[in-house]
DNA sequence: ACGTGCCGGACGCAGACATT
DNA sequence: AATGTCTGCGTCCGGCACGT
């Protein structure tokens, strides 16, 4: 059984004339008929009643009209949907970032980007970057944007922009009246950091092994505000970039000349998987995006 | 008798598949 | 890769049934 056959039985079934139905469907007349001939030996059972210069269902035809209808609006359902997906005007991108990225860049980039194509759906997600590159390898999301730390023979990297890591201390810190300092130096400071699996504790993690230094970590957590509040309760230091939106009542920022604290944030995709003409577009548009803004600063 | 509509045979074309 | 064969689906056209 043909979806066409389906397609041409709804048809015939809908005009009740062969004639008009085989117009509607771009298809001669015969050649309708001999397709509903098929379908009606396939069934074993006749599906119209022959009544005058038309036809109708018989109570076969109606039985079957009924339950291929729900079908076919399936599969037309369906098939709008692939259409809309992969309309590059209309289409749905899968997007997963940084929390750190969810305060202003995210929203500011999705409001510019629908600026340009207003009928594009945003699926979002926030993670550690370990947890979006599974599901990037999963092929869940078409994107994760994120510190550029693991490299996965699946996933493809395009760096976006540098930015630096800071120190955040608390008011009254020995060192908080610094002008900039080195890690060495905080070396006997209690770190509050970011749980493993985000990237912005590998990049700690490696510039704490840089300098030599095991650090004392007494506090891990998911998000940024949870650890300026430790970090305001006096109850260690952590090293992040500047991110904007956060409370800094008690908290002093200071930057980190050695050694060289820096994250590179980036767009990772799976290389292995298809990516929708609006995803391309979306992937195009962020690369001239961040390019902006880094002429910008 | 004529017009209209459905059916079915003949034939052509294009794509799938097997063979070389 | 080229060629032959098979198969499915299309059109064309004549036959038949039925209504006016």
């Not at 079957?64 to 359902?77: C, G, P, V």
């Not at 023979?153 to 930015?163: D, G, M, N, R, V």
């Not at 409370?247 to 920022?253: K, L, N, S, T």
Request: charged share 25%; hydrophobic share 40%; proline share 3%.
């Amino acid at each position: 059984m043909e979806w066409q056959q389906l397609e041409y039985f709804h048809t015939v079934a809908r005009v009740e004339h062969f004639t008009r139905a085989a117009e509607l469907l771009s298809v001669s007349q015969s050649a309708l008929s001999r397709s509903i001939s098929k379908l009606e030996e396939e069934l074993g059972v006749k599906l119209f009643e022959r009544k005058g210069r038309g036809v109708v269902l018989n109570r076969y035809g109606k039985e079957f009209y009924a339950k291929t209808s729900r079908s076919l609006q399936e599969l037309a359902q369906a098939k709008q949907e692939m259409i809309d997906l992969l309309d590059p005007e209309r289409g749905t991108v899968s997007l997963a970032f940084l929390k750190s990225l969810g305060a202003s860049f995210v929203p500011n980039l999705v409001s510019a980007f629908l600026g340009s194509c207003p009928r594009v759906h945003f699926q979002l997600f926030q993670n550690a970057t370990s947890v979006m590159l599974d599901q990037l390898e999963a092929g869940d999301i078409d994107f994760c944007l994120s510190t550029v730390t693991e490299t996965r023979a699946s996933i493809e990297w395009q760096p976006l922009w540098t930015e630096d890591i800071f120190a955040f201390v608390p008011v009254g810190h020995e060192l908080g009246n610094r002008r900039q300092v080195s890690l060495q130096e905080l070396a006997d400071s209690r770190v509050i950091a970011l749980k493993q699996g985000y990237g912005t504790r590998t990049v700690m993690d490696r510039l704490y092994d840089q300098a030599g230094i095991t650090p004392k970590i007494m506090f891990e957590g998911e998000e940024v505000v949870t650890l300026m509040g430790f970090v305001r309760a006096k109850l260690g230091i952590t090293l992040l970039p500047d991110i904007k939106g956060v409370d800094m009542e008690g908290i002093v920022r200071l930057p980190v000349d050695e050694p060289e604290c820096r994250r590179t944030i980036g767009l990772a995709w799976n290389k292995n998987s298809y990516l929708s003409p609006v995803a391309n577009r979306f992937r195009q548009f962020l690369t001239e995006y961040s390019g902006g803004l880094t002429l910008a600063e």
